[in-house]
């Protein structure tokens, strides 16, 4: 999902899989708007300021070999000679455990570098044992050492047909006990992986981010009719307010990717109680597999 991320930035900001920018002329020029996610080098490259980290070798090696292998500094690429197997625990008492003073040193290193540090963004997986034990023991130390920053979890939940691992509800429930306490949000991205109904329940907040052949005037005329049917359920003791923002950039598409080219988009980003009919049903399967304690030592 990281180098995923990564190689969508470079294609909204016209950074080669090298690093390089042709557009680009000048070095070091820090007003640019890349420049929050990339840092320049003398010579003109774009490095992304982003520590990837695996218990494993297999994913990292896929990545030192891949299309984007010139763009990742090597010392922000970090692996591991055994995963955690599927179990919180290795992630977070024990193989993780031996790991995380070098993550924290190499993002230490990313953040010395930043010139008004803002926080961290957190890709992660909570159905097995890396994602789940080793991803809440760096937002744990994350915490201490950098105690006012906001940390920003994009959470893939396990799906509720198809499994890789019998004890995902396991690792679930004790990830996202961690995440409570130590993310400033905690949501899945544009909720398209997970399966909830939002016209159940109430909204808290919501965010309406429009990319592409958009006018405000269309889009506070969406609003009004929204408003007007009351067709969005807020709870009494909020406002019934939506956040609006306009790219006039259409979005950028991945080639070989499953989205295709469009002109104009729209992604909400919602607080909303339907997320609990995601959570009940994980917390369902964790509650029948511990009554009988299975997998537990």
Known sequence: VG??????????????????MPSDKTVGGGDDSFNT??????AGKHVPRAVMVDLEPGVMDEVRTGTYRQL????????????????????????????????????RKLADNCTGLQGFMIFHATGGGTGSGLGSLLLERLSVDYGRKS?????????????????????????????????????????????CDPRHGKY??????????????????????????????????CPTGFKCGINYQPPTVIPGGDLARVQRAV??????????????????????MYAKRAFVH
């Open 3 to 20: 180098n995923a991320c990564w190689e969508l930035y470079c294609l909204e900001h016209g950074i080669q899989p090298d690093g390089q």
């Open 37 to 42: 996610f990339f840092s320049e080098t003398g």
């Open 72 to 107: 990742y500094h090597p010392e922000q690429l970090i692996s591991g000679k055994e995963d955690a197997a599927n179990n919180y625990a290795r992630g977070h008492y024990t193989i993780g455990k031996e790991i995380v003073d070098l993550v924290l040193d190499r993002v």
């Open 151 to 195: 940390k920003l979890s994009f959470t893939v939940t396990p799906a509720p047909q198809v499994a890789t691992a019998v004890v995902e509800p396991y690792n679930h429930v004790l990830s996202t006990h961690s995440l409570l306490e130590h993310t400033n949000s905690v949501f899945e991205p544009s909720n398209m992986m997970t399966k």
């Open 204 to 237: 808290m907040a919501c965010c309406l981010m429009y990319r592409g052949d958009v006018v405000p005037k269309d889009v506070n005329s969406s609003v009004a009719t929204i408003k007007t049917k009351r067709t969005v359920q807020f709870v009494d003791w």
């Open 267 to 288: 992604c909400m980003v919602s607080n909303t109680t339907a997320i609990a009919e995601a959570l009940s049903r994980i917390d369902h399967k964790f509650d029948l």
